[in-house]
């Protein structure tokens, strides 16, 4: 039976099947444009709420992980196609609640329901099975050899907490969702304050694929509350990984609380990072106004509020150096200030360009005109320093979350090498260089790859594809778990663990591990890849 899923808000959480109140603090989503509350109001779950949650997805993991891979690749399909159901009341509240405009809504939804159908393609294709083969020798000495086999199981449920800049793609049904769901993972969603509304129209579009394909009622739910919900939720022990895109503050806040248990789990925190771009002088030589317009059209992508927002430039100080800041700083003068995504984030925004403003040999070169219309704005600001200033205040390092950056004036091309030995973990790193810049782009892509997930080459951070080869990831505090992508088929391996069969019947293995390959998954056999 199909449900509809109903786009009226009602303001509760949806644990399984059932809506239910919350009976903590209430809150209500505030348009950041006007300032006005939005209907209805909300209430923060409790910890019997939580314990509910948590309960229904335990029991829902022992059936939900046996799904066959044509049905839960099904299940993703239809969670797309629901949520394409509602595109129009959903994108309306989308911009009421975070400001984001209707276009970048629709590309949003756009790459929301497409992970959902890669992930379902991922499902179908196998390989994330991890299965191997290894093939006994019953005669061989001094001792036989067994009958060894692997694949990889589902961890368990699943907690994702919802980021507040991507309302649709990494919240309620996002990568972090999808990846899970895929893996055999029950979820439940802790949303967002900040957009509760949407959170509750894309939790009732999972929930009626829920229903559509009879699984247990706890292989979804969705909690609204604050920060002490989400402790709740990490703390119980029914929960075994969890999803996370925020702040570096409380990224660190959900890992240590997961250490602490009785029985640690993986945290997958996505945090924090400034993606450093690095131009080289033969390509300024060449298209330095260009590159000045293009850096600060970036910056300025969803008004800077993107993780992959480039937070800082290095340049090595010339005439050329010089036209692409007067650019960059011509740039942000004529760029408009926007929303915010919520009061908060303007809060820490308005800290974050007031920390740079008073560090010592730190300039402001530009700003955008501000609007006072706009109860939550964002005005682009654009400040330059010396790579000496900048190794000597740590506190430049740190990300401005919003339309901000930092260009930092370098000596020469050694001192753009030294630099990066000083750099945190970051999501990305960026190369501009022409033909004649290649040997010195090589000497730094040999230092950024170890400090980045993803390298870039001619061109801007802001942009995630999602793919099969995308990394969005890479060490601290870019996430918690360097060694694993966010975006990407490859996300799903996050909330996998590999277990080995030793001497097995045939008919006790999972298809994807017995001879003759029945699900077409291609395993290794004795570490060599068999076709298909």
Request: glycine share 8%; aromatic share 6%.
């Amino acid at each position: 039976m199909t449900i509809a899923p109903s786009t009226e808000l009602t303001g509760v959480n949806l644990i399984g099947d059932a809506d239910v109140a919350g009976t903590g603090a209430e809150f209500q989503a505030v348009d950041p444009a006007t300032g006005q509350k939005l209907q209805p109001v909300y209430r923060e779950a409790d910890e019997a709420v939580i314990d509910r949650a948590a309960e229904l997805a335990w029991d829902a993991f022992h059936t939900y992980r046996h799904t066959n891979f044509e049905d839960r690749a099904a299940f993703l399909e239809t969670i797309a196609t629901e949520i394409e159901g509602i595109a129009a009341p959903l994108a309306e509240r989308v911009t009421a609640e975070t400001g984001i405009p209707p276009a970048r809504v629709k590309g949003e939804l756009a790459r929301t329901t497409g992970q959902l159908r890669l992930f379902a393609n991922v499902i179908r294709e196998g390989s994330w099975t991890g299965a191997r083969l290894d093939t006994p020798d019953p005669q061989r000495t001094p001792l036989p050899k067994p009958d060894l086999r692997q694949r990889r199981v589902p961890l368990g449920p699943v907690a994702v907490f919802s980021a507040s800049n991507f309302p649709l793609a990494f919240s309620v049904a996002g990568g972090d969702t999808a990846s899970a769901l895929a893996a055999g993972c029950p979820v439940i969603v802790k949303a967002h304050p900040a957009h509760p509304g949407t959170s509750e129209l894309v939790g009732r579009a999972i929930r009626a694929a829920v229903h559509a394909h009879n699984l247990p009622e706890g292989t979804f739910s969705l909690v609204f509350g604050s920060v002490a919900t989400g402790i709740a939720l990490v703390n119980d022990p029914r929960v075994r990984a969890v999803g996370f895109t925020g702040s570096r503050k409380a990224g660190i806040a959900l890992t240590e609380v997961a250490a602490a248990r009785p029985v640690p789990i993986p945290v997958y925190a996505e945090m924090s990072s400034v993606n450093p771009v690095f131009m080289l002088p033969g390509v300024l030589a060449e298209r330095a106004e260009a590159l000045g317009a293009d850096y600060i059209a970036s910056v300025t992508t969803g008004n800077g509020q993107l993780c992959t927002s480039p937070g800082l430039v290095f340049v090595v100080d010339s005439p050329d150096a010089d036209k692409f800041i007067a650019a960059s700083t011509e740039a942000v003068e004529n760029a408009s200030t926007a929303p915010m995504l919520n009061s908060g984030i303007a809060a820490s925004f308005e800290q974050g360009v007031q920390r740079l403003a008073t560090t010592d040999n730190v300039v402001k070169a530009a700003a955008a005109a501000p609007d006072a219309a706009i109860a939550c704005s964002g005005q682009p600001q654009l400040f330059v320093t010396t790579i000496d200033a900048f190794l000597s205040s740590p506190a430049l390092q740190d990300e401005v979350f919003g339309p901000a950056s930092l260009i930092v004036r370098a000596r020469d091309i050694a001192q753009l090498e030294a630099v990066i030995d000083q750099l945190e973990g970051q999501l990305t790193a960026t190369i501009h260089a022409a033909p004649a810049d290649y040997n010195d782009a090589r000497a730094l892509l040999d230092k950024l790859e170890l400090i980045a997930g993803r390298v870039l080459f001619n061109g801007w951070p802001t942009g995630v594809e999602v793919g099969h080869a995308i990394v969005h990831g890479g060490p601290f505090p870019a996430t918690s778990a360097p060694a694993t992508t966010s975006v990407g088929s490859r996300a799903i391996e996050r909330f996998l663990r590999p277990v080995a069969y030793q001497n097995i019947p045939e008919d006790l293995l999972a298809e994807e591990l017995r001879s003759g390959d029945p699900l077409r998954v291609s395993p290794l056999v004795d570490g060599t890849l068999t076709a298909r």
